[in-house]
Structures are given as C-alpha cells and as structure tokens.
C-alpha cells in the first residue's frame, strides 16, 4: 500500500484536518456568542442567537469537510446494485475505519499519515491521470451524531456551491454547479461540477456519513472525480466506486 503523499495528498489532509479542528472549536464554543445586535430585543433573546449560531457552525463544518478534499484528486452519480460486481472489479474493505468500496482490480490504495484522530485513504490508476477516489475520515465531538445536525441535505449542496462558486468575480473565478444532491443510505450524495477560466470541467460527486467506532463520532468525506476528457474512460468506474461506498 502507498503512501498518499507520493501523489501529494499529505498537505491536503492536513488542510482538510485543520478546517474542521477550526470549525468543530468555534462550535463548541457558541454559548458564548454575543448577539450585541439582539441583546435587547425581547423577540430575539441571546439563547436564540445562540442556537441559531450553533446550527450555522455545524453546517460550516460539514461545509469545510466537502471543499477541502476537493482538492484531492472528485465523482459521478450512477445507480449500481450491490451484487452488481464483475471481475475486472474488486471489494476493499477496511475493517478498521469500517467503511468498504468497489474499486477497479488493478487500482493503487493509498493512505496519508494518519495520526489516530485524522486519517487519507485514496484510490488511483496506475497510469497518471486525474481521476481517482478519496476518503478523508475526522473525529467529531460528541454533540454531532447525524448528518441532519448539519442541515436537510438540499439545503447543505446549496450553500455549499454559493461558498465554492466564484464566477461572478472580476475577472471571474471558478464557476461552480450543483447537478444532484440526495440522501440515501444514511448518507448525503452531491453532485457537481467546477470549472476554472480556460480549464477543462471537473466532474464531482461527495458522499458524507458519521459512524461511530465505539469511541467517538467521526465523518466520512468520500469524494470522486474526473476531467471532461477522461469521462469515457474513468466515468463508469468513479461512478461504481463511489455508489458502492457503504459504512460497515
């Protein structure tokens, strides 16, 4: 098995790990949250403030999670059975982080360094591309136990793509595109596109879950991606992975 860093994933993962820790502290702390605007307004009282501060921090938390692994090597959207499995296929399971997924037979798995809190799986061709699957794994605080703590997932892919979209800046940035968002499984699918000035469309799909270990809560960013000129090739098969993704 490789390490993830031999495709670059290393400052990733640490990115990735450093917007939760940062969103999951603003969280917890936001009873202390003073609504200066509101304090004294009898319709709007600071325990309401506060609630609905809380409810915004865990959205930005799930929010953090899908965009920085973005910048891992994204995913598409096909409806395949379980049992759908055919040899040029195989099941990885990962019985300690206990999730499983499809991938193809000849694929590399690779992990980041992981430090028992944070940890990087990815799955790759062997040939240099950039398609490939990842799966970003964060420990969360008791308090988040279901992906509804974050928001009805709808909700959740739209203010997701207005956070990543930048096309209408001047001169503009990357345009992004909610195609799908459901939930199913016990976890949320969005799927979307990003595209840079003068760059070729990048094709997404984000899968979140939370499991518990037995110790603690922790969430599960699956994200699968491709170009527009290696869909024919990789389409399909990001597609499969990424349906079959099941926490076990």
Same mark, same amino acid.
């Given at each position: 098995?490789? @390490?993830?860093?031999?495709?670059? /994933? ?5 990115? &990735?790990?450093?917007? @939760? ?8 702390? /936001? ?9 004294? !307004? ?8 506060? *609630?609905?501060?809380?409810? +915004?921090?865990?959205?930005? %938390? ?7 692994? =973005?910048?891992?090597?994204? @995913? ?5 059975? $379980?049992?759908?499995?055919?040899? !040029?296929?195989?099941?990885? +399971?990962?019985?300690?982080?206990? &999730?499983? =997924? +499809? =991938?193809?037979? $000849? ?7 992981? !430090? ?10 062997? !040939? +240099? ?10 420990? %969360?605080?008791?308090? &988040? ?8 997932? $709808? ?10 979209? *930048? ?36 094709? @997404? /799909? ?30 399909? =098969? ?6 079959? /993704?099941? %926490?076990?």
């Amino acid at each position: 098995m490789a @390490l993830v860093s031999s495709l670059h /994933f290393n400052s990733n993962l640490h990115h &990735f790990s450093h917007s @939760l820790q940062s969103c999951l502290w603003k969280s917890r702390n /936001f009873n202390i949250v003073c609504c200066k605007n509101n304090e004294r !307004d009898s319709k709007h009282p600071p325990s309401v403030c506060a *609630r609905k501060e809380f409810g +915004t921090k865990r959205r930005e %938390l799930l929010f953090q999670a899908v965009s920085a692994v =973005i910048s891992l090597p994204a @995913l598409t959207s096909v409806a395949l059975a $379980d049992n759908e499995l055919v040899e !040029d296929f195989r099941v990885y +399971t990962d019985e300690v982080n206990k &999730f499983k =997924i +499809t =991938i193809p037979q $000849d694929w590399q798995v690779g992990t980041g360094e992981g !430090d028992g809190v944070r940890s990087l799986i990815a799955f790759y061709p062997q !040939d +240099t591309s950039n398609s490939n699957v990842s799966i970003a794994i964060t420990s %969360l605080g008791a308090d &988040f136990t279901r992906l509804e703590s974050f928001g009805k997932v $709808d909700a959740f892919a739209e203010n997701l793509i207005g956070g990543l979209d *930048r096309s209408w800046q001047r001169p503009p940035g990357v345009a992004a595109k909610l195609v799908d968002s459901k939930a199913a499984n016990g976890l949320y699918y969005i799927e979307y596109t990003l595209k840079n000035p003068g760059e070729s469309c990048r094709h @997404l /799909f984000s899968v979140l879950g939370i499991a518990d270990n037995g110790f603690y809560n922790r969430l599960y960013t699956l994200t699968g991606q491709f170009l527009d000129e290696e869909a024919e090739k990789f389409g399909p =098969i990001i597609a499969k992975a990424v349906a079959s /993704f099941r %926490l076990i």
